[in-house]
């Protein structure tokens, strides 16, 4: 931030695909339709979206979703919570278009932004906050996923060569991480979540299903016990 720059409002933004069969999911058939595939999305969204809202009013944060493709905008505008400004993602890779959402946030005023994918709905209100938290001491701030990614992702600066390299295999964080400090920003990482993108990943839900609260993932959980998924978290699992 330069010098008599007065801090603006932080933001959090949600990346979200439009829920249609063969488009979101696609790693949870074939043990899942297509179409069933799209409407376990479609309440993971809810869930997250929920979530994120409760935060954002928490935290005293901006809410923003961000949707591919842009036709979808208008439908979005019905299933999100009214706190939310839709806008439409960028063309290109997930990496171009999460370095050109934390630019538009940060040229609107923002002080600190943070991006949150819609696989995760175990991630709350309390890891959220973390990682804003985090922001007053550095630079550049991720949630870990298991898989070797992460969940969510913060930061006070511009940043695109972080988000400059491929971002579909199990080393993306430490590559992120890597290219930030390069890049000559410090870094922190936090406790972490998890995303649900196969059968498998169910079992990770079951596991902590206990100790989340009430208001957390309650339409995944609905899903999961209606559809039967635990049933498949064991197969995907074993």
Same mark, same amino acid.
């Given at each position: 931030?330069?010098?008599?720059?007065?801090?603006?409002?932080?933001?959090?933004?949600?990346f979200a695909k439009d829920p249609q069969p063969s488009k979101v999911k696609?790693?949870?058939?074939?043990?899942?339709?297509?179409?069933?595939?799209?409407a376990f999305y479609r309440e993971m969204l809810g869930d997250v979206l929920d979530e994120s809202a409760r935060a954002c009013e928490a935290q005293g944060v901006k809410a923003v979703l961000t949707?591919?493709?842009a036709?979808?905008?208008?439908?979005?505008?019905?299933?999100?919570?009214?706190?939310f400004r839709i806008v439409a993602q960028c063309e290109g890779d997930l990496g171009r278009r999460?370095?050109?959402?934390? #630019?538009?946030?940060?040229?609107?005023?923002?002080?600190?932004?943070v991006l949150r994918g819609s696989d995760n709905p175990a991630l709350g209100a309390d890891e959220i906050a973390r990682l804003f938290d985090a922001l007053e001491?550095?630079?550049?701030?991720a949630s870990p996923d298991p898989d070797g990614g992460y969940g969510a992702i913060g930061l006070r600066v511009p940043a695109?060569?972080?988000?400059?390299?491929?971002?579909?295999?199990?080393?993306?964080?430490?590559?992120?991480?890597?290219?930030?400090?390069?890049?000559?920003?410090?870094v922190e990482t936090t406790e972490g979540s998890f995303d649900l993108d196969t059968p498998g990943d169910l079992a990770r839900l079951a596991e902590v299903r206990a100790a989340l609260p009430k208001e957390r993932c309650p339409r995944t959980? #609905?899903? #999961?016990?209606?559809? #039967?998924?635990w049933d498949l978290a064991r197969r995907g699992a074993s």
């Open positions: 931030m330069s010098a008599g720059r007065e801090a603006g409002p932080a933001v959090l933004v949600v696609t790693r949870m058939t074939p043990a899942l339709s297509p179409e069933g595939a799209a949707v591919s493709p036709s979808a905008c208008q439908a979005f505008a019905c299933f999100a919570p009214p706190s999460m370095a050109y959402e934390v #630019a538009r946030a940060l040229a609107q005023g923002a002080s600190k932004v001491r550095c630079d550049l701030v695109a060569d972080a988000f400059d390299h491929e971002m579909s295999h199990g080393g993306v964080l430490p590559a992120t991480l890597s290219r930030a400090k390069r890049a000559g920003l410090s959980l #609905a899903y #999961a016990d209606t559809h #039967a998924l």
